[in-house]
């Protein structure tokens, strides 16, 4: 008997499967990736083979699992709602979804000046030229985060791996029925896709019970809430102990409208280049405040950090 086999033995009937499951899952995560902290709030240094690795033992756990797409609205966010933050921090994965994740995690591994003003000096300097590496010579950067996971991107694999699982998938979210219209796109894009179902329902708490009992008659394996953060990352936790079929659940944010055509993603060069938000400035204007949040605030609360902590 190998050595410390003999803890199975100790175990109940039917305990077992589980006690394996939930030791692989966290011997999995210990020898993929690790996280890492901005602004007190947890990043996983994970690259998109090791997420689907990751999603795939999930999906045949007898455990539940919340992923996260963090980005640094996320962050901003979580300095002022200790709830949310808490939601990403507990979280099983937190998918880095942002090209200024990038920067500030490389940012924040260079070192610094014993002396406070030299300091201040010192990483006004660093944030210029870590900035400009994002464009000119992204490599750099990646060397602290491999790279950005955005959670539109994710849903399409997602699909696929449902459909090669023989998983069932749940859009709940989405304006104006989006979500069926997505639904009816992924299941042309991937024959023999499972859609458990699609409703639009709503972020406040009034409407959890209708939503989980739409959910739990559907049974499905994997639960996508497209509310917008931290609205339906709030949901998810709120809710996801009162849906024992769900396995995977993920907050996608806009990928609905993105997938449906509702609204038209950036090229892929600007989105390479971590222009993305710009491109969304031209095209959604009306987002100004929450681009200048992930962008100049974002920048400012990370130096700030590097100033101080250091």
């Not at 994965?93 to 260079?110: E, H, R, Y």
Request: charged fraction near 25%.
């Amino acid at each position: 008997m190998r050595q410390g086999a003999f803890l199975f033995e100790l175990l109940p009937d039917g305990c077992y499967n589980e006690f394996a499951n939930l030791m692989t899952v966290r011997r999995l995560k210990q020898q993929l990736f690790m996280d890492l902290k901005i602004l007190e709030t947890k990043v996983d240094k994970i690259t998109t083979p090791e997420v689907f690795k990751q999603l795939r033992v999930f999906l045949h756990s007898e455990n539940q699992h919340h992923l996260v797409t963090t980005n640094p609205e996320f962050i901003m966010a979580a300095q002022e709602d200790n709830e949310f933050r808490e939601i990403l921090n507990q979280a099983d994965i937190s998918i880095p979804d942002g090209i200024g994740l990038l920067w500030a995690a490389k940012f924040l591994s260079l070192s610094a000046a014993k002396n406070k003003l030299l300091r201040v000096f010192q990483a006004a300097w660093q944030v210029v030229y870590t900035g400009a590496s994002l464009v000119f010579y992204p490599r750099y950067c990646r060397s602290a985060l491999p790279e950005r996971i955005s959670g539109t991107d994710l849903v399409r694999p997602l699909a696929k791996l449902c459909t090669q699982e023989g998983k069932s998938l749940y859009l709940l979210g989405g304006r104006l029925r989006v979500g069926g219209k997505t639904a009816a796109i992924l299941q042309k894009e991937f024959p023999g896709l499972k859609i458990a179902g699609t409703y639009e329902g709503e972020a406040s708490v009034k409407g959890d019970q209708e939503s989980c009992q739409r959910i739990n008659k559907a049974q499905p394996d994997v639960l996508l809430v497209a509310y917008g953060h931290p609205r339906q990352e709030k949901w998810i936790a709120r809710n996801l102990a009162k849906l024992p079929s769900v396995k995977v659940a993920i907050g996608v944010g806009g990928a609905y409208d993105f997938i449906a055509g509702k609204v038209q993603r950036a090229p892929g060069f600007m989105r390479s280049l971590g222009l993305e938000w710009l491109w969304r400035l031209i095209k959604q204007p009306q987002r100004v405040g929450r681009i200048f949040t992930a962008t100049a605030k974002f920048t400012w609360a990370v130096y700030k950090e590097k100033v101080r902590r250091s």
